[in-house]
């Protein structure tokens, strides 16, 4: 089973900045879409961004201009960087990779808290 492991959440105050990165523990099959959900407290799990196998993203559009999602495939790793932090990006942030004809795969979540 793969295992994705995501690292980069924290505290950080409006306007700043942070990256997010999901490594997953096996490569990965080729056809296959990246993306971000997050899970604010008492709300739904959304849908942040997806990147496909040839780099098209899309992006929620809360942060467009502001988040840019990205891959480096032959490290197995996808990227979220934030930039331009508000209160309401605060949630847990989860990695997702859904590969076709396999399955998908969640992260663990990881903390992202945006704070004065």
């Known amino acids: 089973q793969v295992q994705l492991v995501e690292s980069g959440g924290g505290l950080v105050q409006p306007g700043g900045s942070l990256r997010l990165s999901c490594a997953a523990s096996?490569?990965?099959?080729?056809?296959?879409?990246m993306g971000w959900y997050r899970q604010a407290p008492g709300k739904e799990r959304d849908l942040v961004a997806t990147i496909n196998s040839v780099g098209s993203t899309n992006y929620v559009e809360s942060v467009k201009g502001r988040f840019i999602i990205s891959r480096d495939n032959d490290l197995n790793t996808m990227y979220l960087q934030m930039n331009s932090l508000k209160p309401e990006d605060t949630a847990v942030y989860y990695c997702?990779?859904?590969?076709?004809?396999?399955?998908?795969?969640w992260g663990q979540g990881t903390q992202v808290t945006v704070s004065s």
């Open positions: 096996r490569r990965l099959f080729r056809f296959n879409v």
């Open positions: 997702w990779v859904k590969v076709a004809g396999v399955g998908e795969y």
